[in-house]
């Protein structure tokens, strides 16, 4: 982790409760921390997770299964800010990650790295119908600049057609 730059680097990942190997798809990837929660991890101290840390490990320094991880840390994180009648699972984050990301129009690349998805098309697939369904102004969305000026648009060329639309 990198709190001044706001960035974790997540380069493997611990499977089947049995061993570290790559991540899912096979690549590292940088993610960006919210500023929240920067400041929750640096009140931690300086040095939270070194390089070759278990960021999750037993007494003994070593792997948690995936267990025990659930009831002796999981369920005690989500407790209080759900209620007990919830019972979400670690991956559920994953889910409600996207969904909430697609619901507010985040940007699918940024989303999909941040995520570790192998592709913007799975996360349409998957999760495409969080998206925003305001679907009016569209059309005019190209009329002008990205600055609100029309400067793109040229007078109209001498002898050109002009298509006229008429009222409905």
Not at 7 to 20: D, E, L, P, Q, V
Not at 33 to 52: K, W
Not at 78 to 105: E, I, Q
């Amino acid at each position: 982790m990198d709190l001044d730059a706001g960035t974790a680097r997540i380069c493997r990942s611990f499977s089947s409760g049995k061993r570290i190997g790559p991540t899912k798809t096979g690549r590292e990837r940088r993610v960006e921390l919210s500023s929240r929660l920067c400041q929750v991890l640096t009140h931690c101290g300086p040095d939270i997770f070194p390089d070759e840390e278990l960021v999750f490990q037993s007494n003994a320094g070593s792997f948690v299964s995936p267990t025990n991880f659930r009831r002796r840390v999981w369920k005690k994180l989500v407790k209080k800010p759900l209620g007990a009648a919830r019972k979400p699972t670690p991956h559920a984050l994953c889910h409600t990650f996207a969904t909430l990301h697609m619901a507010r129009g985040t940007n699918l690349k940024w989303l999909q790295a941040q995520g570790g998805w192998s592709s913007a098309k799975m996360l349409l697939d998957v999760y495409g119908h969080y998206l925003p369904t305001e679907s009016q102004e569209f059309a005019d969305a190209l009329a002008t600049a990205p600055d609100g000026t029309m400067r793109h648009q040229t007078e109209e060329a001498p002898g050109s057609a002009r298509i006229k639309a008429t009222g409905t």
